[in-house]
């Protein structure tokens, strides 16, 4: 009879265990779950630092229309790591409040939405800034003449040209860092290319593979999404390791590669590689 109990109890925890790892692996959703691949533009917050693991969220200012309730005022969302996020970081350190106006668009994971960012703009001042960076010239350096127009001394003048002008949005070139005008995401496209998913200290990683050819040694952390969800079911079905033909946004976050599924499709390879 103890034996029997013993044997229950180890079929108990073989079967607890895998799904309360699961449950640690995203957050719980407190509302309802927005769409997979929902954009939404222009809406205000904070950039807010989480006290784990070096997460950002973003707060939102005011209800987040079009999303059917699910961003109301005060909510917040992890914003994932990308190019867009490292810029917003750097940036806050230098603002007085870290308020940006951010489009984004958003992911869902196992329950969970996530923000990917796509253009932020600044809404506080900078740390030291000025109110007012021109100056009034004193009245007393303009003459009148008789015929009541206006005579500026040439040492004015000289000092207007040479003033400098007041702090506002300008244009910029393409090779610029973007200024106060806003930033955009610095991304490129992943298209057609084949190989593994992996997990890595228990992170998803993409793993090109060049079918015995020479192949890029470049590992891609995958970002949380539905489509990583759909492929995470397929590699739990099948024992062996497939080979997945995928395309994406691929950004980077302090140095490390990262890429948003948009397409995973099985590779079939019919007996002629392994795998």
Request: charged content about 25%.
């Amino acid at each position: 009879m103890r034996t029997r109990r013993t044997k229950f109890a180890t079929m108990v925890l073989c079967v607890v265990l895998p799904i309360a790892a699961l449950a640690d692996e995203a957050p719980p959703s407190t509302g309802p779950v927005i769409p997979d691949g929902t954009v939404i533009q222009a809406v205000d917050g904070s950039l807010v630092r989480s006290d784990s693991n070096d997460l950002w969220l973003f707060q939102f200012a005011r209800d987040v229309d079009g999303v059917g309730g699910a961003l109301p005022a005060g909510s917040s969302l992890e914003v994932l790591p990308s190019s867009i996020l490292d810029s917003m970081v750097a940036d806050a350190n230098d603002r007085l409040l870290p308020r940006y106006r951010l489009s984004a668009v958003v992911t869902q994971y196992r329950g969970a939405n996530y923000l990917f960012p796509t253009y932020y703009l600044p809404l506080s001042k900078l740390k030291g800034a000025d109110e007012s960076e021109t100056t009034e010239e004193p009245l007393d350096n303009i003459e009148t003449v008789s015929d009541g127009a206006l005579e500026i001394p040439d040492e004015v003048l000289e000092r207007m040209r040479t003033r400098r002008q007041a702090r506002g949005p300008q244009r910029r070139e393409a090779d610029e860092t973007p200024t106060e005008t806003g930033h955009r995401a610095r991304t490129h496209v992943l298209v057609d290319r084949v190989g593994f998913i992996e997990f890595n200290e228990g992170y998803p990683t993409f793993v090109p593979d060049g079918l015995g050819r020479n192949v890029s040694q470049t590992r891609y952390e995958l970002l949380p999404c539905n489509m990583l969800e759909q492929a995470e079911r397929r590699l739990a079905a099948f024992p062996q390791p497939i080979r997945f033909n995928v395309a994406g946004l691929v950004t980077e976050h302090q140095g490390r590669k990262y890429l948003l599924l948009q397409r995973a499709i099985r590779v079939y390879h019919y007996g002629n590689f392994g795998g």
